[in-house]
Structure formats: C-alpha cells, structure tokens
C-alpha cells in the first residue's frame, strides 16, 4: 500500500494517457463504423430490398439512384472542394442520365414477349 502511495506524478499521468489512449482508439473505431453504416450500408438498403423482392434482379435506374444518393452524401461530407465538386458533378450526372433513361421508356415502351413451351421440351432436345 505505501507502494501506491509513493508513486511519481510523471507515473501516474502515463498511466492516465494509457487509459485515454485505449478509450480514444475504442471512440475512433466506434466512430469508423457507425459513419461506414450511415453512409455507405443504408443508401444501399433500397438494393437489397429489390434484390430480395425480384430473386437478385436489380433495375439500372435504381443502381443509378443509388450512385446519386451515394455522390450526394459524400459530397457533402468532403472537406476538399476538389473532391466536393467531384461529388457533385457525379451526383448532377446521375441524376441527368436516369432522366434521359426514363423518358426514353415512356416514349419507347418495352413489350416482352413470352414464349410457352411444351411440357417436357427441354428435356426431349439434345
């Protein structure tokens, strides 16, 4: 007990860095992932939801959207204005192209055709 007693200020305040080091490092990385799942994780969840929904087909738009919203947000967390008007130039094309691709379906609708084969036609071909 004297031990504890008799130990040097300069001792006492490393050990207090020590502990504020490993708390630090513990904040930085909780800080690391919460910023990778708001900023990366739920633009994306839209994507997953389709996927779920249409057995893994994914439209293009919607990559596109998802490319818009991802610029979007990154761009307004940049600190650069280089890397800023990068977002945005990403984010404004985006959005310019998934126009220009819905107004060509509504000019130019997509008929598919189905064909139905016969019971058993692909396992009578060789």
């Known amino acids: 007990m004297a031990g504890d007693r008799e130990r040097s200020e300069p001792a006492v305040a490393a050990d207090a860095n020590r502990r504020r080091t490993r708390l630090d490092v513990r ?24 996927a779920m929904k249409n057995q893994g087909k994914i439209k293009g738009e919607n ?37 220009t691709l ?6 130019h ?6 064909v139905r084969l016969p019971p058993g036609f692909l396992l009578t071909r060789p």
């Open 27 to 50: 904040s930085r990385i909780g800080n690391w992932a919460f910023s990778l799942v708001a900023m990366i994780v739920i633009p994306l969840f839209p994507l997953f939801v389709e």
């Open 63 to 99: 990559y596109l959207l998802t490319s818009a919203v991802l610029a979007a947000t990154f761009g307004f967390t940049s600190e650069g204005s280089l890397f800023r008007a990068a977002y945005i130039l990403l984010f404004l094309a985006s959005l310019g192209y998934i126009s």
């Open 109 to 114: 609708p997509v008929t598919v055709h189905t």
């Open 102 to 107: 819905i107004r060509r379906q509504v000019a």
